[in-house]
């Protein structure tokens, strides 16, 4: 059976062309899907930083209500509601009990997803297609991680799994699959590091300029000292922004090889922290008078070796401007998850991106990547950063997965309200 392609902003179930009206312009349509607000937490250093007491029902709450009230929405309003995570086992649990805090009806149908590192992405198009299917009029795409408190299960292994080549690369640790990429595609140590200096120094001057404020929801938190005595503590900056220079980074130790390239200062953070997405069909938008701050103009997602999974987005993106129609001169900035220094850098040499339109602001490496709400953050920070430079234009948000994908998702931001 052929496999159907699908825009968003068209009938689902059927093949359409492109919805561009002439190069790089898109017809607005009443069912299209639009983001009403999108904002996270400040993102905190898992076992030390500023969220390491705080459970993840509370992070995750914190952007329900920062997009209802910046959305100036009632709970009563929501239709359903998603959200992305990857190692809480218990994920349903944690993501309704944040719903009943954040005073969203039982009513209201919500579940959870894990597409690994896309998770919060995914949450966000999942949401969408209910959308899209008349499920709802609007709805929260959100993901979180709190990745102090929750490392990951174990799980028994079918005995079979070790005689398949691709199902046994699964099992590869990312940090390997990372010394894979650079490997594979002579990637140098210090092309990774100076990779990843750009990326501190970026979100540090971002930080200093205060331009993560609109899309950070302060989280007032308690905090345990050694001794167990609590204070509390209101956190409003991300905790892995850090003075870096490189020869500091030269001098770390390669983290999962001997003699590797991939280190601390080069690999993304683990970290704790939410984000959500408030999104609704066009025509619902409008009759409520509610703010537009972008449109979901398309998704892709393809596969890719496991063994080298951080080239998903190489994948992922080429598939996406196919199915919109767009060039990649035509992407104002391109949100691309650092979870490697080594894959980031090959994608965004094998796509032949300029360097100032990928993570303008800085990525993984700075900010840290909680797994399950990385993808939900990348959208409030890219569509944010296209509100504050004002005028109609175009964002990808992209990232790899473990086991070997990558996912990618094109946003408008329509230009300043008239």
């Known amino acids: 059976m052929e496999r159907m392609q699908v825009v968003f902003g068209h009938l689902p179930g059927r093949v359409q062309p492109s919805p561009v009206a002439g190069a790089g312009r898109f017809v607005d349509r009443p069912d299209d899907i639009v983001i009403i607000s999108a904002l996270r937490t400040p993102i905190g250093k898992a076992n030390r930083g500023s969220f390491k007491d705080t459970y993840g029902d509370d992070l995750l709450s914190a952007v329900f209500l920062g997009v209802m009230k910046e959305g100036k929405v009632s709970p009563?309003?929501?239709?359903?509601?998603?959200?992305?995570?990857?190692?809480?086992?218990?994920?349903?649990?944690?993501?309704?009990?944040?719903?009943?805090?954040?005073?969203?009806?039982?009513?209201?149908?919500?579940?959870?997803?894990?597409?690994?590192?896309?998770?919060?992405?995914?949450a966000f198009m999942n949401v969408a297609g209910s959308i899209r299917n008349n499920q709802?009029?609007?709805?929260?795409?959100?993901?979180?991680?709190?990745?102090?408190?929750?490392?990951?299960?174990?799980?028994?292994?079918?005995?079979?799994?070790?005689?398949?080549?691709?199902?046994?690369?699964?099992?590869?640790?990312?940090?390997?699959?990372?010394?894979?990429?650079?490997?594979?595609?002579?990637?140098?140590?210090?092309?990774?590091?100076?990779?990843?200096?750009?990326?501190?120094?970026?979100?540090?001057?971002?930080?200093?300029?205060?331009?993560?404020?609109?899309?950070?929801?302060?989280?007032?938190?308690?905090?345990?000292?050694?001794?167990?005595?609590?204070?509390?503590?209101?956190?409003?900056?991300?905790?892995?922004?850090?003075?870096?220079?490189?020869?500091?980074?030269?001098k770390l130790k390669p983290a999962f090889k001997k003699g590797g390239s991939t280190t601390a200062g080069n690999s993304s953070q683990v970290s704790d922290g939410a984000a959500a997405v408030l999104l609704a069909k066009r025509s619902e938008a409008v009759r409520l008078n509610l703010p537009i701050l972008g449109v979901l103009r398309g998704y892709a997602v393809g596969g890719c070796p496991p063994e080298i999974m951080g080239i998903g987005p190489a994948i992922a993106i080429p598939m996406l401007l196919a199915k919109t129609g767009l060039t990649k001169e035509e992407i104002d900035i391109f949100e691309i998850n650092e979870a490697f220094a080594s894959q980031a850098k090959y994608c965004v040499d094998k796509l032949g991106l300029p360097s100032e339109k990928v993570n303008p602001k800085g990525g993984a490496i700075a900010l840290g990547h909680?797994?399950?709400?990385?993808?939900?953050?990348?959208?409030?920070?890219?569509?944010?950063?296209?509100?504050?430079?004002?005028?109609?234009?175009?964002?990808?948000?992209?990232?790899?997965?473990?086991?070997?994908?990558?996912?990618?998702?094109?946003?408008?931001?329509?230009?300043?309200?008239?």
């Open 76 to 122: 009563q309003q929501i239709g359903d509601v998603c959200v992305g995570n990857v190692h809480d086992s218990k994920d349903a649990f944690t993501a309704r009990v944040a719903q009943f805090y954040s005073g969203i009806p039982e009513t209201v149908p919500l579940y959870t997803t894990n597409r690994q590192c896309s998770s919060g992405l995914q």
């Open 136 to 250: 709802c009029d609007m709805g929260i795409g959100a993901g979180f991680e709190q990745m102090t408190m929750n490392k990951g299960l174990d799980h028994s292994l079918n005995p079979k799994l070790l005689g398949v080549e691709k199902a046994k690369n699964c099992l590869i640790p990312m940090g390997m699959t990372s010394e894979n990429v650079a490997e594979k595609y002579g990637l140098t140590r210090e092309d990774q590091d100076q990779f990843a200096l750009l990326s501190q120094n970026r979100a540090a001057e971002a930080q200093r300029k205060g331009l993560f404020d609109d899309e950070i929801v302060p989280v007032t938190t308690t905090i345990k000292d050694k001794e167990g005595n609590e204070t509390t503590i209101t956190v409003t900056k991300d905790d892995g922004v850090r003075p870096t220079t490189l020869e500091g980074l030269l």
């Open 370 to 418: 909680p797994l399950g709400c990385t993808g939900a953050r990348q959208i409030a920070t890219l569509l944010h950063e296209l509100k504050r430079r004002g005028k109609k234009s175009y964002g990808v948000v992209s990232m790899c997965m473990g086991t070997g994908m990558g996912a990618a998702a094109l946003f408008e931001y329509p230009g300043p309200a008239q």
